[in-house]
């Protein structure tokens, strides 16, 4: 059997913002995403204390899209946003592995 080749279509997007003079303003353009993705990335990079702006929007109920904004204080914006996709991972991956451990542990005294 043939596996077909899917269309590669991109699923996130980079754009400079009107006025923007250099990397440190950027918003990224998110497909197939929404709330659960925009605010647990606005919680962790808003903490970084070289950025001064992150927000997220849904432009349009209709639209399967999520846009974030980064502005910083000298660094890139990408890389700020690589960082916090990261330390996104790394949370979810320690609170997976605590669920896990809890469950196990009750699983255990119920038996």
Known sequence: ???????H???LTCVVPKGARDDTCKKFV?????H???????FVISRY??????AYTIPHP???E???????TGINAEDVLVRGLQD??????????????ARDEFRQQSS
């Open 88 to 101: 996104l991972r790394e949370i979810c991956d320690i609170t997976l592995k605590k669920f896990e451990t």
């Open 49 to 54: 204390p070289e950025v001064t702006f992150c």
């Open 30 to 34: 998110f497909k197939n995403e929404d």
């Open 1 to 7: 059997m043939e596996s077909a080749e899917v269309p």
């Open 66 to 72: 999520m846009v974030l904004q980064i502005q910083t």
């Open 9 to 11: 279509e991109e699923c």
């Open 62 to 64: 209709a639209e399967n």
């Open 36 to 42: 659960t993705l925009g605010n647990a990335l606005r």
